[in-house]
């Protein structure tokens, strides 16, 4: 059995030296997390090995050793990787996800060089995959690979993990594609983000684009479940807080103190970016500087850049900026033997850059805005029993977590100055308290842990997959109905008519039948074998002209308030009077809520919402009925949270208890009914164990089968009519 981990960069870097081919391990906390898995699975891993090798032999060669490490390299050409990479993926997606809306460019060949990279790594874990793999597939590069797997193998499953912010619906909406973008994560059973901000954007922005509906956690596409969950990832702690004493690290330790003298030591770690918040944060260490001269000499910033894209004009602009800004606070602050910022504009080797966490006191990470940033946790790991300080920005995913740092706005240039002179002027006592609960926190919460709960609830969403193919109408069930049909004397088919019999629309009023329904209900109804009912919520008048004309139909309206026989309608109880104040409570909603609508019946009030925007009716509903509660307990109302619905009808009725009373006219042989609805379910719930109940949509645990399609109802019925 195979685990595919799919990701834009192999954790092997190849790279050619002097005509030889070269393997370097990256260090990176997704490699080490899965590498130290356990799991059943064989790990392979599937990814851009780090160049773009031109001829044949190079990439056969290279792939001969990578596969020896259970690797497979997929190969693109330079432009191929310009493209796709640091154009869309860099250019377009990563500005937009930071909200740097301004600095993200979309050009249409980039576009498309990502849709065809995208393929070609969809077609490279087709080369892996058997019937028992899973594929992990990682981060914004590879967005619409999901969806592209579930169109070759609709059975394999695909989990997914956005590394950066998902950003809010308002600004993803506004880019070229986003829809098909959002396609290609649900392709995915389970999506995962860092935080549960990032999270709800993504759902809001499917409901919202894709016109899709959450359910707390889960969303249902083309008949499955798909899970999203919020799981901020961990660094591998014990490496980073063992690592501070081995030689080598005291060695660096001791060089680093040496250089910095006495004086107290701020640390910042950073890939060259504008997220990243960098000139904010030198612009708040001078004005830290301009206001405290009495730590002038006493406090030195060290400044790690590691060098990216600075080929790019725009970045190469901002590098140029953050040296120029670096010049003037050494140049206005400097003096013998003390020089304000120390900047380091290459990445450190890991034992040196474990020695720079533990000698600095405070730690300053202030993007303006990240997914995670896992540097925050590295510095908490390598600190031990030391003192020191984090200076956080609320902009960072690991602020969620991490709420004994001292938290910042990183706009806020000032704020970032008071934050240096808090950390340096509090009590070592409270440092080491700090420090304390923090490293119980991101030692708990390591990159092994947010391994292992992110396959705990793969599995679940798995399993809850299985459930619905096992309780999904195939063949083999399709057989058995047909032949019990065929084979019965006695049969009660009972349907539901919105959502089941016709699709949903905007305005309740258009969801008359189609001329296909109305033949096929006549066709059945001809058969002297079979009793046909439509058990509706609608009221009597609007479903006796829609369908009163079909000879044999049986109606029950208002959820089995009324009902319809050869003798005509019956009603099982007199006019409903409804409370001055439920009246209002409800009239009051519809005020506030643009496009829904109030449908009086005679025993029962329904308030429609479905034109209304899927995140404010819903919000809308809640409150609704929060407020409607009191006053239906007291009054024994039932308050149904239907589709797109807020029903409110007497308790002593409902699709169960008219279903039961058809049941007791007659010994029938064969019981079958199909519904879509919540209300449906009451029904379902009184039928005869060998019975045929069956759910259209989501799957529920008492129906026996679930279709996932309503146009599969059609093609249900026609089945039946010619038999």
Known sequence: MKLIIVANR??????????????????????????????????????????????????????????????????????????????????????????????????????????????????????????DSIVWVQDYQLMLLPNLLREKCPNLRIAYFHHIPFPSFELFSVMPNSSELLKGLLGAEFIAFHTLDYMRHFTKSVERILGFEFKLNEVMVDGRAVWVDALPMGINYELYSQAPSTEAVKDSVYKLKEQFGGNKVIISVDRLDYSKGIVHRLVGFETFLDQHPEYHGKVSLGMIIVPSRDKVIKYAEMKKHIDEKIGNINGKFSKVGWTPVNYFYHSFKFNDLVAMYKVADIALISPLRDG?????????????????????????????????????????????????????????????????????????????????????????????????????????????????YSNSNKRLLVFDYDGTLVGFHNNPKDAYPTQEVKSLLTTLCQDDKNSIVINSGRDCNTLDSWLGDIKGLKLAAEHGAYYKDNEGWHKKSGTQKWDPKLLEIMRKFTCKTVNSHIEVKETAIVWHYREVVNEMGQFRARQM???????????????????????????????????????????????????????????????????????????????????????????????????
């Open 372 to 484: 995670m940033n896992l540097v925050a946790k590295e510095y908490i790991a390598a600190k031990q029993d030391s003192p020191g300080v984090l200076i956080l920005s609320k902009m960072a995913g690991a602020s969620i977590e991490l709420t004994d740092a001292i938290l910042i706005n990183p706009n806020d240039t000032d704020e970032i100055a008071l934050a240096i002179q808090q950390a340096l002027e509090m009590p070592e006592i409270e440092q080491k308290r700090r420090m304390k609960r923090l490293q119980e926190r991101v030692s708990k919460y390591d990159v092994k842990r947010w391994a292992s709960d992110f396959f705990k609830e793969w599995k679940e969403v798995i399993d809850r997959n299985l459930q619905i193919n096992n309780k999904t109408l195939t063949k083999e069930g399709l057989a058995e109905l047909f032949n019990r």
């Open 10 to 131: 192999l954790p092997i870097k190849v790279s050619e030296n002097n005509g030889k081919l070269e393997f370097e391990t990256s260090e990176g906390g997704l490699a080490t997390g899965l590498n130290s898995l356990d799991t059943i699975y064989e790990k392979h891993w599937i990814g851009w090995p780090g160049v773009c090798p031109k001829d044949k032999t190079t990439k056969k060669n290279i792939t001969i050793e990578m596969v020896k490490m259970k690797m497979h390299p997929v190969f693109l050409s330079s432009s191929q990787y310009h493209d796709y990479y640091e154009g869309y993926s860099n250019s377009t997606l990563w500005p937009l996800c930071h909200y740097f809306y301004g600095y993200s460019a979309f050009q249409r060949n980039q576009w498309q060089a990502y849709k065809e990279v995208n393929q070609i790594f969809c077609n490279k874990v087709m080369e892996q995959v058997d019937d």
């Open 625 to 723: 009925m929060r407020e409607l509660i009191p006053i239906c307990s007291a009054q024994n109302f039932q308050i149904i949270n239907g589709n797109k619905v807020v029903e409110i009808k007497p308790n002593q009725y409902s699709k169960g208890t008219e279903i039961r009373r058809l049941i007791d006219e007659d010994n029938f042989d064969f019981i079958f009914a199909i519904g879509d609805d919540t209300t449906d379910e009451d029904m379902f719930r009184e039928m005869p164990y060998d019975s045929f109940s069956i759910k259209v949509g989501n799957t529920c645990d008492d129906a026996r089968y679930t279709l996932t399609r309503q146009k599969d109802v059609i093609n249900l019925l026609y089945s039946l009519c010619v038999r």
